[in-house]
């Protein structure tokens, strides 16, 4: 990065209001304006090509010009129409540059602010200690004019502040020194550059098309298929198989669109936070500090369990913001598809506090059977609870594997058979934990488990398990939730 591109990026910082990039307004609404430069554009041209035969033919300009368009107020002629066409983008131009005048940010010591809006005015802003993470995208026109924009996500309901757009030299810049403060590095050193980060996780091209070629998506589309077959050997009418187009095309955009969004998939690491990157056309990074995952989910759709593939997703305390877009993954993704391997990386990567080597050598065992394959009475802080013999009417198939307990300093939740699921809950992110009673559970005299965090994939409610055992490992659970937010303090 360039000296000139740092000064920038730390005037950005000092506490006094800037503007963005002048292309933001063009960027932003861009679809919408060459919407309406078009359709102008179209009228003027066909009013124009109308005219010019009109005077090729006769040797002089029409005084109506007929167009196949509908007509426009106040235009009857060619200077008519460029008269409209010039105001309009006279106008236009006008309008995106105070669009973007009155566009202003500002990034001082505790708050990070964003002035928008010409006619309605809006004042967003957001507390960099409350950031729980900074993502950087980049959609692919943006993209070639070399520009990112800047998310800080928070908690709350739209709480997400957004700088778009930037210079990207300035966007690493600038995300480097929020991160930074969010870090708080007890060194307390300033770092001219962004620290180098470590590889860890990387989907290979083929894994990726392979999971999304022997996924759900296939099976419904085979099912549909062979549901046109049968039809029509039994009917023998050709007209059946045209539902065969449009479920074609379904898949073949379902599939295209997934691949370009998890392509090129990376998960990295700089000294205090977890770098997840993915993008083809539009790119993403997000920076994740660990400390701000509240749970860990991972699962395995049955199409997958011949390759042993899995899927990880987290917990976050963040508003979804542009993560629900169409440029990205989802704002819970942290490794689309991988090994058994790649998931143990995923956890040490980001539950390093809470799950320990022997937590990682369990993943195995747990995620092929259940909590119990590696129940042991040497371990105290261990406790493993299993549902009773009624709880099989519920949980039909997934009664052999449906499992509870405490393992190391986290909850482990581990249930599904046709997809697979373990949660991964670490104390100190439990805002509650408790039982709960329905009704099936007060006709058969047991309790169900719940555990209160944030929003997410993740189980966080299992049935079935008898009362003395679900009351012990709430207490068990809860004097260790104490314990863990103590030591969360003291550290500080």
Not at 145 to 162: H, I, M, R
Not at 210 to 232: D, K, P, Q, R, Y
Not at 354 to 368: F, M, N, R, Y
């Amino acid at each position: 990065m360039s000296s000139e591109s740092l000064l920038e990026a730390k005037s950005y910082t000092d506490g006094s209001w800037h503007r963005l990039h002048p292309l933001t307004p063009v960027l932003r609404v861009g679809l919408a304006v060459l919407a309406v430069i078009g359709v102008v554009f179209a009228i003027v041209w066909e009013t124009f090509l109308d005219s010019l035969a009109h005077y090729v033919i006769f040797r002089e300009l029409p005084e109506n010009p007929q167009s196949d368009l509908p007509d426009i107020p106040l235009v009857d002629s060619l200077g008519g129409a460029a008269a409209l066409a010039i105001g309009a983008l006279v106008g236009g131009a006008l309008w995106l540059w105070l669009s973007w005048f009155v566009h202003r940010v500002r990034i001082g010591d505790s708050l990070i602010e964003v002035v928008d809006g010409v006619v309605f005015r809006t004042h967003r802003q957001a507390r960099r200690d409350r950031v729980n993470s900074v993502a950087l995208w980049r959609p692919l026109i943006p993209r070639l004019f070399g520009l990112s924009k800047l998310e800080f996500q928070s908690a709350g309901s739209d709480a997400n502040v957004t700088l778009s757009y930037l210079p990207h030299p300035i966007a690493l810049e600038l995300r480097r020194i929020v991160m930074q403060h969010i870090e708080k590095e007890q060194s307390g050193a300033e770092e001219a550059t962004e620290p180098p980060a470590t590889l860890h996780v990387e989907v290979p091209l083929e894994r990726l098309l392979g999971s999304l070629l022997v996924s759900v998506e296939t099976a419904w589309l085979v099912a549909v298929f062979g549901a046109i077959v049968a039809s029509w050997l039994i009917s023998g009418d050709p007209v059946v198989w045209v539902a065969a187009f449009p479920a074609a095309v379904f898949y073949v955009l379902t599939v295209a669109r997934q691949w370009s969004r998890a392509s090129q998939f990376r998960l990295e690491s700089t000294p205090h936070t977890v770098r997840v990157s993915y993008g083809l056309f539009s790119t993403t990074s997000a920076s994740i500090p660990p400390d701000k995952v509240h749970a860990l989910h991972i699962s395995q759709p049955w199409p997958w369990r011949a390759f042993k593939w899995w899927r990880v997703e987290i917990h976050r305390a963040i508003t979804p913001g542009q993560a629900t877009g169409n440029q990205s993954l989802s704002h819970n993704m942290v490794l689309p598809v991988g090994t058994i391997e790649d998931v143990r990386e995923v956890v040490r990567l980001f539950l390093s506090d809470s799950v320990d080597q022997e937590g990682l050598d369990a993943l195995g065992p747990v995620l092929s059977g259940s909590l119990v394959d590696i129940e042991s009475g040497e371990e105290p802080e261990t406790l493993i609870l299993r549902p009773r013999p009624w709880a099989r009417i519920p949980l039909l198939f997934s009664y052999p594997v449906h499992s509870v307990g405490i393992i190391g300093r986290a909850l482990w939740s581990r249930t599904g058979v046709l997809v697979r699921k373990l949660t991964i809950v670490p104390m100190q992110r439990m805002q509650s934990v408790g039982t709960f009673r329905g009704p099936f559970h007060a006709l058969t005299h047991l309790d169900g488990l719940e555990c209160h965090i944030v929003p997410g994939p993740g189980v966080t409610q299992m049935m079935g398990f008898s009362q003395p055992e679900a009351r012990r490992l709430v207490n068990q659970l809860s004097k260790g939730v104490v314990e863990s937010l103590d030591n969360s303090v003291a550290s500080r």
